[in-house]
């Protein structure tokens, strides 16, 4: 006999008890259905929320109750009735872990499971994560961790410390920080005058790499150049601006612009060692950021003052949470 199952939530945002809850779940009931609890005035849009769970919960169904801009209903028989909207069939059990779905499963002709101890595992709070994510980062799961995360992204010319500053920080804050990815496609590229799709493979393969490990690094993800620095770098390979590369740029929340006032250190990868070139190269660089009206922090000195600088701007983007535009 397959045996079915609801869980009912607004997962603003899911958290690790969450996951744990219905992980459980799956053991209960063959058949899962999570109703998703949503208003047009949420602190979190509905759209959102819907896509977290759904790719957390692949193996359950997943729907979207949404009342508009009027809140929903408190009553449990009027619940009742509105799942029986969304899932006629018969319902088994009711699960989760507040005291009003004996009541529920009452009104549905179903069991309930109150599992209470996936709280005790998992102390989360959805309201907590709201109010301050970085305190509850580690209750955040990796698919939701960048809607509350903070970027950070290192930009200059060559020999100026990128690698070293994202992967300093990222040790000392948290990582792992996102590689430059124009180094191993240098690497391994066949030799020749740069095409301009070449700059948009750097991209695809930077931008990749950025998604997938947004999910495992802390509230600041640190990050080895852009999309940004990408397109300085056409105009310096090509001696043209490509206008379907910067159409790709997604600035981050700042950028830490590091100064051309180190020495050169000799990279078989690299190719502008003079320092007229690589003054130019950070003059364009600036010019880019300024067009784009992005936040930006110069570093210079020697090692240690940019570290000191470096660590000061971090500190002070952990102070408050990410703002939504």
């Known amino acids: 006999m397959t045996t079915t199952g609801v869980i009912l939530g607004k997962f603003m945002p899911p958290h690790l008890g969450h996951v744990a809850l219905i992980r459980t779940a799956s053991h209960l009931v063959d058949k899962l259905t999570i109703i998703l609890s949503t208003s047009d005035s949420d602190e979190i ?37 509105i799942i029986r909207g969304f899932h006629p069939a018969p319902i088994d059990r009711v699960i989760g872990s507040e005291a009003y779905l004996v009541r529920l499963a009452k009104d549905l002709n179903a069991q309930h499971f109150i599992l209470d101890p996936m709280w005790m595992a998992y102390p989360a709070n959805s309201e907590d994560i709201r109010k301050d994510p970085f305190a509850n980062w580690e209750s955040i799961p990796g698919y939701v961790r960048p809607y509350f995360q903070k970027r950070l992204t290192m930009v200059g010319p060559e020999s100026t410390g990128k690698s070293y500053m994202a992967d300093f920080l990222a040790k000392k804050f948290g990582g792992p920080y996102v590689p430059e990815y124009g180094r191993p496609y240098e690497r391994f590229r066949k030799k020749g005058k740069y095409r301009a799709e070449e700059l948009h493979f750097i991209a695809d393969g930077h931008v990749a790499h950025r998604k997938t490990l947004a999910m495992k690094a802390g509230p600041i993800l640190f990050e080895d150049t852009d999309v940004l620095l990408t397109a300085v770098w056409a105009e310096m390979l090509l001696g043209k601006s490509l206008p379907d590369l910067e159409e790709r740029i997604e600035l981050p929340d700042h950028y830490l612009l590091l ?41 210079s000195g020697g090692w240690k003052e940019r570290e000191e600088q470096a660590i000061k701007v971090v500190k002070k983007m952990l102070a408050t949470p990410k703002k939504r535009k």
């Open 45 to 81: 849009e509905p759209a959102i929320r819907q896509e977290w769970v759904e790719a957390l919960f692949p193996q359950a169904r997943v729907i979207v109750c949404n009342n508009g801009k009027k809140p929903l209903p408190s009553d449990d028989r009027k619940w009742a009735k």
């Open 259 to 299: 100064d051309a006032d180190v020495e050169w250190e000799e990279d078989p990868l690299r190719y502008y060692a003079k320092q007229e070139i690589r003054e130019e190269f950070f003059v364009k660089i600036k010019r880019k950021l300024d067009k784009f009206g992005a936040d930006y922090t110069l570093i």
